[in-house]
C-alpha cells in the first residue's frame, strides 16, 4: 500500500484531501499543530486501520518511521485574519515548515506537492493570472507574512529539485469553498453564510468592486490529484475562472439563504486585491482539468453544510 503524508490534516482542504486518498486506496498519515484546524474535521477516519494521525508542529524536526511514497505539504494558516493574527507562525510554517518536508521528501525519495496560492500575485497587474505573472507583493505589508513565506516556499522547492533532484510539485491554489471551512475564519465565505444563518447585515469590505473567483473542493481536490500522479514540476494555477465583485457575491448569498439581512459596508483591509481570476489554460492543457461544479450548485451544498452546525457552533466567535 502507497504511503502519503498529508500535512495541514486537520484543516480544511488537507481533510477533504485525507479522504480522497484514503478512497484512492492509500495509507494516509494526517499531521497537524491543530493551530487553526480541529479533529473535527477528520475524526471519521480515526476508526480505520488506514489512517493515522500525528499531532505534530511542521516547523519542528520532522520524522516519519519506514517508506513514505508522497508527501502534501498543507499545513500553513490559509485566512487573512489567521494570519494576521499570527504572523510569525505563518511565515515559519511557509519557510522552516517547507524545508523540513523538503528534507523528509529527499531522505525517503518521496515525491512531494506544496499548497501555493494566488496570493504570490499579490494585488495583480495582469488579469486574468497566468503562471509567468511574477507577482505584485508588498514584502513589508500585513499580508506579506502570507504572500512571501508562499513565494519562498516556491523557490526553495524549485531549489530541491534542481540542486536536490527531489521530485517536487506547486499547486497555486485560488480562493476555494466547501464544507469544514471555519465560520469564523473571515473568508468571505463562511464570513457571509454565518452572517445569514445568525440574521446578521453581510459586511462587505470597500465598495465592494475587488473581485474573487471561487472554486468548489471537489474540482480543487480533484485538480491537486491530478497534478500530483502528472510529471509537471513548474507551478500550475488551480481555480475557477467565473469571476465575480465581492458585492454581488453578497447580493447572490442574500438570494440564496434567503435572508432579509442588509448589506453594510466596512473599511477595505490594506493590500487587500483589487482583482483575482486564474488563468487555467495550463491546468487544461497538462492535466485535461477543469471545474465541473458551477457556483450556484456549490454554494448551495455548503450553505446546507453550514445550516447543519448546532446552534451553538454558530454562535461560537472561537470556531
Ligand atoms: P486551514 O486553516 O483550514 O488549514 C490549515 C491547517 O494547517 C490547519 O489544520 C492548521 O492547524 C495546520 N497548521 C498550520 N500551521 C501548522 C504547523 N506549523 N504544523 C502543523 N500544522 C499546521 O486552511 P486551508 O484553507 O485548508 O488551507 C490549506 C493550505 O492550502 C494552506 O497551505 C493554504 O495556504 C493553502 N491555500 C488555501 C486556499 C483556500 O482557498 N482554501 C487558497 C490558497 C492556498
Ligand atoms: N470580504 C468582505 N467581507 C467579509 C470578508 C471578506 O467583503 O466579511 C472580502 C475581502 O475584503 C476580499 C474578499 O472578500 O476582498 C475575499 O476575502 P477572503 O478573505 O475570503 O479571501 P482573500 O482576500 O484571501 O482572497
Excluded at 491530478?226 to 469571476?243: A, F, K, Q, V, W
Aim: neutral net charge; charged residues 25%; aromatic residues 10%.
Amino acid at each position: 500500500m502507497k504511503k502519503v503524508l498529508i500535512t495541514g490534516a486537520a484543516g480544511f482542504l488537507g481533510s477533504h484531501l485525507c479522504d480522497r486518498f484514503i478512497k484512492e486506496g492509500f495509507h494516509v498519515i494526517g499531521m497537524d499543530n491543530l493551530i487553526t484546524g480541529t479533529l473535527k474535521n477528520i475524526e471519521h477516519l480515526f476508526p480505520l486501520e488506514q489512517f493515522e494521525f500525528y499531532h505534530h508542529d511542521v516547523t519542528k524536526f520532522v520524522h516519519i518511521p519506514g517508506k513514505l511514497h508522497y508527501i502534501l505539504h498543507f499545513a500553513s494558516p490559509a485566512s487573512p485574519i489567521d494570519y494576521l493574527k499570527i504572523p510569525i507562525e505563518t511565515l515559519k510554517v511557509g519557510s522552516l515548515g517547507t524545508l523540513n518536508l523538503l528534507g523528509v521528501a529527499k531522505e525517503k525519495k518521496a515525491r512531494i506537492l506544496v499548497a501555493s496560492t494566488s496570493e504570490v500575485y499579490g494585488d495583480p497587474l495582469v488579469h486574468p493570472q497566468n503562471e509567468d505573472y511574477f507577482g505584485n507583493v508588498s514584502p513589508i505589508g500585513p499580508r506579506g507574512v502570507y504572500d512571501e513565506a508562499k513565494r519562498f516556499m516556491e523557490s526553495i522547492t524549485m531549489a530541491y529539485h534542481r540542486f536536490h533532484n527531489v521530485d517536487t510539485r506547486i499547486v497555486r491554489i485560488f480562493n476555494t469553498y466547501g464544507s469544514r471551512m471555519r465560520l469564523n475564519d473571515g473568508r468571505v465565505v463562511p464570513a457571509f453564510m454565518g452572517q445569514a444563518l445568525r440574521g446578521e447585515d453581510l459586511t462587505v469590505f470597500g465598495d465592494g468592486s475587488q473581485t474573487r473567483s471561487f472554486c468548489y473542493i471537489d474540482d480543487q481536490v480533484e485538480g491537486i490529484y491530478r497534478l500530483l500522479m502528472s510529471d509537471y514540476t513548474n507551478p500550475i494555477n488551480i481555480g475557477n475562472p467565473h469571476e465575480t465583485t465581492i458585492l454581488e457575491f453578497a447580493q447572490e448569498i442574500i438570494r440564496l439563504t434567503g435572508t432579509d439581512q442588509k448589506i453594510i459596508y466596512k473599511p477595505l483591509p490594506k493590500d487587500d486585491p483589487t482583482q483575482r481570476q486564474p488563468d487555467i489554460t495550463r491546468a487544461k492543457e497538462i492535466l485535461g482539468w477543469e471545474p465541473k461544479v458551477g457556483r450556484a450548485e456549490g454554494l448551495k451544498k455548503v450553505f446546507n453544510y453550514f445550516k447543519s452546525l448546532t446552534p451553538e457552533e454558530l454562535h461560537d466567535k472561537e470556531h
